[in-house]
């Protein structure tokens, strides 16, 4: 595709269910990031795909939080046992591997937790 | 990690230049400053990145100060359009790489006026 694709764009979940939130990159670029933000915040890190090298999940607020990347191309976001305070944008983005270039953001998934 | 600082707002009218700036006093040697501008309700755009040499392209010019303790951004003249949160981010480096996640800080509103 010509962007990074996200979907859905917004998702209404009741407290304790587990929601999954998937990110389509640019085509061909190996590098994969994972925001999330809240209302009137800046962007919290996630996590990094870097192509076949194990992720960077130093930003995975809990062990309900878990990403997948498969097949070096979609990436799922899963949140188990959601709570309220899960409720945000969830941003991912996606780069060339090569040199430092920049990251390319979706649109986002607004993620409400009732 | 290398961290950034930015005035929390600022105003600019129309038709004038914005000079934006950004501390990042613990910045490493292979890390880069990036800048992304984020309009309202929707995900971060590139605007330009630079390593420690002065940077221009379309959209705006970028000036690293020659200790990269600190950089601006200038937009030469701001638009109506271009009100948003600019922020400034220096890229986590890891294991040698110059690949890595993009730290956002809280950013910088700014409001360009009529």
């Known amino acids: 595709g010509a962007g990074v694709s996200q979907s859905p764009s917004n998702k209404v979940t009741e407290k304790g269910k587990d929601v999954e939130l998937r990110c389509d990159p640019i085509?061909?670029?190996?590098?994969l990031y994972w925001y999330r933000q809240s209302l009137g915040q800046g962007l919290e890190f996630l996590i990094y795909f870097q192509g076949n090298s194990a992720p960077d999940k130093s930003g995975l607020p809990s062990d309900r939080f878990s990403a997948e990347r498969t097949g070096g191309s979609v990436s799922t976001l899963t949140i188990q046992r959601t709570q309220q305070e899960d409720s945000a944008v969830y941003l991912c983005?996606?780069?060339?591997?090569?040199?430092?270039?920049?990251?390319?953001f979706g649109q986002g998934t607004r993620l409400t937790v009732v | 990690d290398a961290k950034t600082t930015q005035p929390p707002s600022m105003d600019c009218a129309e038709g004038r230049a914005a000079n934006l700036p950004c501390n990042h006093s613990t910045i490493s040697g292979n890390e880069y400053v990036y800048w992304y501008r984020q309009i309202h309700s929707q995900g971060p755009q590139y605007i330009i990145h630079g390593l420690k040499n002065n940077e221009t392209n379309e959209m705006a010019s970028l000036i690293i100060t020659e200790d990269r303790k600190s950089s601006t951004l200038i937009l030469p003249h701001a638009t109506l359009r271009d009100t948003a949160v600019y922020y400034c981010?220096?890229?986590?480096?890891?294991?040698?790489?110059?690949?890595?996640?993009?730290?956002f800080g809280r950013g910088t509103q700014l409001t360009v006026w009529p």
């Open positions: 983005a996606s780069s060339l591997a090569v040199g430092n270039t920049e990251a390319f």
């Open positions: 085509s061909g670029h190996t590098a």
């Open positions: 981010i220096v890229r986590v480096a890891r294991g040698g790489s110059t690949l890595g996640r993009l730290y």
